[in-house]
């Protein structure tokens, strides 16, 4: 019994996903915790500042977090130092670039962005950026070399300290938003600390740079980079183009954030997949064995297909009562938006091991390709949505509005207001299938033109990743 014990804590799959699942348990916690802590509109900022910063850091990180997940897999010890050591130093002149960028846009901009929902966000990024680059530089070196148990040590305490604190201000302290975002900092600089102590970001390697080592990197991280920029920009730009609408503004943004959080909730198991494929499809693809990569990309898409055919039916069908568990009363009326998800939760797993794929077998620019086109499917969608359509149901709502009593008019046009606004995010989240749809066209062309891969096989691999996972429990 306790040699079974063993190799389930052993087991990469399985501390990818305790990684994950944990970490998101703690991230569902602290984000209820903070729905009822703080107003609709202080909320709607909080999330508009994690979401920006999260954004951001897919920029500056998005240079080498592939590559370097990708090029490790094949290192020698020199050359894994090496690697690390450029990863490093490119991080760290990226934050700077991107702080200065920010710091400049805040003192050229100053009314505007005091005037805005992103206040905060150009308030504390320069902070943060520079708090949570070993934390963030630790997590790629660590994935790179499928430590997750070390990964899962950092992330409990990143995000399980926070929830800690978000606990205790509930029952007790009640501070403001301001105080919040202090302990949140706090949390970041020991999660750091804690990363640096170990050497598990690389800040002692960064001696051993070199110039053919950073010129590997950057020049697979020229793609990878617009790849990770594009993939985050697929959710974040819902929430940037609902937070600049002047009707929906951070409101709209509360709103939203509760069903994409659920969402964000039952992708755990695609996100674990997905980072134990990726170094194991590399190595497959640097030593030249095409079968194991066909394998493996066949077993994870499509057994986390037949996974997600269960969970997404459950969140379907109880999707007010998960809704009002998150977000309590007043957030129920973005049910019907929750259950637009549960169709995209469908699509996921095999939009994102296609994308995966892609950059296994050394063809980032055709995934920088993909995501490009399905960012730009988001944006447009997403602004004829929230700009063109908002207009169109309050035109509409005007030849109702002229036919009632004067009495009436500030019931409905209240009501007429709600009910846009719910549309209009209904709207949105419609665009998210669409795009995805269009990201899964156009990576299965790249990949059946360039490396022969076929979706029918990819359902003959969900039943065979079962089959296999029995084989191995019973063994």
């Given at each position: 019994?306790?040699?079974?014990?063993?190799?389930?804590?052993?087991?990469?799959?399985?501390?990818?996903?305790?990684?994950?699942?944990?970490?998101?348990?703690?991230?569902?916690?602290?984000?209820?915790?903070?729905?009822?802590?703080?107003?609709?509109?202080?909320?709607?900022?909080?999330?508009?500042?994690?979401?920006?910063?999260?954004?951001?850091?897919?920029?500056?990180?998005?240079?080498?977090?592939?590559?370097?997940?990708?090029?490790?897999?094949?290192?020698?010890?020199?050359?894994?130092?090496?690697?690390?050591?450029?990863?490093?130093?490119?991080?760290?002149?990226?934050?700077?670039?991107?702080?200065?960028?920010?710091?400049?846009?805040?003192?050229?901009?100053?009314?505007?962005?005091?005037?805005?929902?992103?206040?905060?966000f150009f308030k504390w990024f320069p902070v943060l950026a520079f708090i949570n680059l070993p934390f963030n530089n630790a997590q790629s070196v660590l994935q790179a070399k499928m430590r997750f148990d070390s990964m899962l040590v950092l992330r409990?305490?990143?995000?399980?300290?926070?929830?800690?604190?978000?606990?205790?201000?509930?029952?007790?302290?009640?501070?403001?938003?301001?105080?919040?975002?202090?302990?949140?900092?706090?949390?970041?600089?020991?999660?750091?600390?804690?990363?640096?102590?170990?050497?598990?970001?690389?800040?002692?390697?960064?001696?051993?740079?070199?110039?053919?080592?950073?010129?590997?990197?950057?020049?697979?991280?020229?793609?990878?980079?617009?790849?990770?920029?594009?993939?985050?920009?697929?959710?974040?730009?819902?929430?940037?183009?609902?937070?600049?609408?002047?009707?929906?503004?951070?409101?709209?943004?509360?709103l939203y954030s509760i069903p994409l959080k659920l969402t964000e909730i039952i992708e755990i198991p695609l996100r674990s997949y997905a980072m134990t494929a990726f170094p194991g499809m590399s190595k497959a693809s640097i030593e030249g064995n095409?079968?194991?990569?066909?394998?493996?990309?066949?077993?994870?898409?499509?057994?986390?297909?037949?996974?997600?055919?269960?969970?997404?039916?459950?969140?379907?069908?109880?999707?007010?009562?998960?809704?009002?568990?998150?977000?309590?009363?007043?957030?129920?009326?973005?049910?019907?938006?929750?259950?637009?998800?549960?169709?995209?939760?469908?699509?996921?797993?095999?939009?994102?091991?296609?994308?995966?794929?892609?950059?296994?077998?050394?063809?980032?620019?055709?995934?920088?390709?993909?995501?490009?086109?399905?960012?730009?499917?988001?944006?447009?969608?997403?602004?004829?949505?929230?700009?063109?359509?908002?207009?169109?149901?309050?035109?509409?709502?005007?030849?109702?509005?002229?036919?009632?009593?004067?009495?009436?008019?500030?019931?409905?046009?209240?009501?007429?207001?709600?009910?846009?606004?719910?549309?209009?995010?209904?709207?949105?989240?419609?665009?998210?299938?669409?795009?995805?749809?269009?990201?899964?066209?156009?990576?299965?062309?790249?990949?059946?033109?360039?490396?022969?891969?076929?979706?029918?096989?990819?359902?003959?691999?969900?039943?065979?990743?079962?089959?296999?996972?029995?084989?191995?429990?019973?063994?």
């Amino acid at each position: 019994m306790n040699n079974v014990l063993a190799k389930i804590l052993k087991n990469k799959n399985f501390l990818s996903l305790a990684n994950n699942g944990l970490v998101a348990v703690f991230g569902f916690f602290g984000f209820l915790l903070l729905v009822r802590s703080l107003s609709t509109n202080e909320f709607g900022e909080w999330v508009l500042l994690i979401t920006t910063a999260n954004f951001l850091d897919m920029l500056r990180f998005g240079i080498t977090r592939t590559a370097i997940v990708r090029f490790l897999a094949g290192a020698d010890k020199e050359e894994a130092h090496r690697l690390i050591g450029s990863n490093y130093i490119i991080n760290l002149f990226s934050t700077l670039i991107l702080v200065l960028i920010v710091l400049a846009v805040r003192y050229f901009f100053y009314d505007a962005v005091n005037n805005s929902g992103f206040v905060l966000f150009f308030k504390w990024f320069p902070v943060l950026a520079f708090i949570n680059l070993p934390f963030n530089n630790a997590q790629s070196v660590l994935q790179a070399k499928m430590r997750f148990d070390s990964m899962l040590v950092l992330r409990v305490i990143n995000v399980g300290g926070f929830m800690l604190f978000l606990l205790v201000n509930f029952f007790f302290l009640h501070v403001s938003l301001q105080v919040i975002i202090y302990a949140y900092l706090l949390v970041n600089i020991l999660t750091s600390i804690v990363s640096m102590i170990p050497n598990w970001d690389g800040y002692r390697y960064i001696g051993k740079v070199t110039r053919a080592t950073n010129k590997k990197i950057l020049d697979f991280g020229k793609y990878s980079t617009g790849t990770l920029i594009g993939s985050n920009l697929l959710k974040s730009a819902d929430t940037f183009i609902i937070g600049l609408s002047p009707f929906l503004g951070t409101a709209g943004v509360a709103l939203y954030s509760i069903p994409l959080k659920l969402t964000e909730i039952i992708e755990i198991p695609l996100r674990s997949y997905a980072m134990t494929a990726f170094p194991g499809m590399s190595k497959a693809s640097i030593e030249g064995n095409k079968d194991l990569v066909k394998h493996i990309f066949y077993t994870n898409a499509g057994g986390i297909t037949l996974l997600m055919i269960p969970v997404m039916l459950f969140s379907f069908i109880f999707a007010k009562d998960l809704v009002y568990i998150l977000g309590g009363a007043g957030y129920e009326t973005t049910t019907g938006i929750f259950r637009i998800f549960t169709i995209y939760g469908l699509l996921l797993p095999l939009d994102r091991f296609i994308g995966v794929a892609l950059d296994s077998v050394n063809m980032p620019r055709f995934n920088f390709l993909k995501v490009v086109y399905m960012a730009t499917a988001n944006i447009i969608g997403d602004s004829l949505v929230v700009f063109a359509f908002y207009y169109v149901a309050i035109a509409t709502s005007i030849f109702t509005l002229v036919s009632l009593p004067v009495s009436n008019f500030h019931v409905l046009a209240q009501i007429t207001h709600n009910f846009s606004v719910i549309t209009t995010l209904e709207g949105v989240a419609v665009v998210t299938i669409l795009f995805t749809l269009i990201g899964i066209f156009v990576g299965y062309h790249y990949l059946r033109k360039s490396f022969d891969l076929h979706l029918r096989k990819v359902f003959q691999g969900g039943i065979l990743f079962f089959s296999e996972s029995i084989f191995r429990k019973k063994s």
